[in-house]
């Protein structure tokens, strides 16, 4: 019996990391198929495209799904229409959150982030409520283990590459740009040979807020059920939360 309890363990923790994996690889292919449907199928010609597609090629997402998004979104295969839209409110202990989703229908979409909010002692507010607290920025995070430069020889790479900030980690090194120049200082730094560990346009709060314990904790399962909803592309949150309340997670 025990044997087969850890097998049925395993199972079980696969499932939850292939159902994971699914979802991950959903929310890209929407993400490729809104670039494509705006902006054209050739990624050298649409930098959103080209973004994307790198994000999905980043979490191993296979080639013929990539393909399969962008023929889709210009008419080679049937496909629905998504639109984005945005969500602004304040989680436990009044940490901002913005909430960016790609929908076909927004009426559900709007109901099902409200109750998101209201079930984690959170509340859904105006557009605009929040967004003030957050700068757009490109984020490029790379992994110390990954790469030979100390961090004098990659400060004056990232300096001609064009970035604005590179801040030093225990782990990692982190670089951010500005939007516009995100991907002329990507492409620089890859003809360096300088991999990254994840790479994107983003929203970075300028201020955090210190959650305690209970609020931490009812945070982190706001954020959980708003990952985990289909719609749900990205959610930005300026909320600082304890190692050890994670570790309850």
């Keep these: 019996m025990a044997g087969h309890s850890k097998w049925k363990n395993i199972q079980r923790r696969k499932n939850a990391q292939d159902a994971k994996r699914g979802k991950v690889f959903m929310k890209l292919a929407k993400e490729i198929f809104v670039a494509a449907k705006s902006g054209g199928g050739d990624p050298e010609t649409n930098p959103s495209l080209r973004l994307a597609v790198d994000k999905a090629k980043s979490a191993n997402m296979p080639n013929e799904n990539i393909d399969r998004a962008i023929k889709k979104a210009t008419g080679d295969l049937d496909g629905v229409q998504y639109e984005n839209v945005t969500y602004e ?3 436990p202990g009044g940490a901002a959150v913005m909430v960016n989703l790609l929908t076909d229908n927004k009426n559900r979409a709007a109901a099902d982030v409200r109750h998101a909010f209201n079930k984690n002692k959170g509340n859904m507010g105006e557009n605009g409520c929040v967004s003030f607290l957050f700068n757009r920025r490109g984020s490029l995070v790379i992994d110390r283990s990954e790469i030979n430069l100390n961090e004098d020889e990659l400060m ?5 590459a064009g970035a604005e900030e590179m801040e030093t980690h225990e782990e990692s090194f982190e670089i951010y740009t500005d939007p516009q120049e995100f991907q002329n200082v990507k492409d620089q730094l890859e003809e360096s040979d300088i991999h990254f560990a994840s790479a994107e346009v983003t929203m970075i709060p ?4 210190h959650l305690e314990e209970q609020d931490g904790l009812n945070m982190l399962k706001l954020l959980d059920m708003l990952e985990d909803n289909d719609d749900v592309q990205d959610v ?3 909320a600082d939360v304890d190692d050890d309340v994670y570790n309850q997670m």
């Excluded at 300028?206 to 807020?209: H, K, L, Q, S, V």
Aim: no cysteine; proline share 0%.
């Design 236 to 238: 930005y949150h300026n």
């Design 156 to 160: 004056l790479q990232v300096i001609e």
């Design 206 to 209: 300028e201020t955090y807020t």
């Design 89 to 91: 409110g304040y989680g």
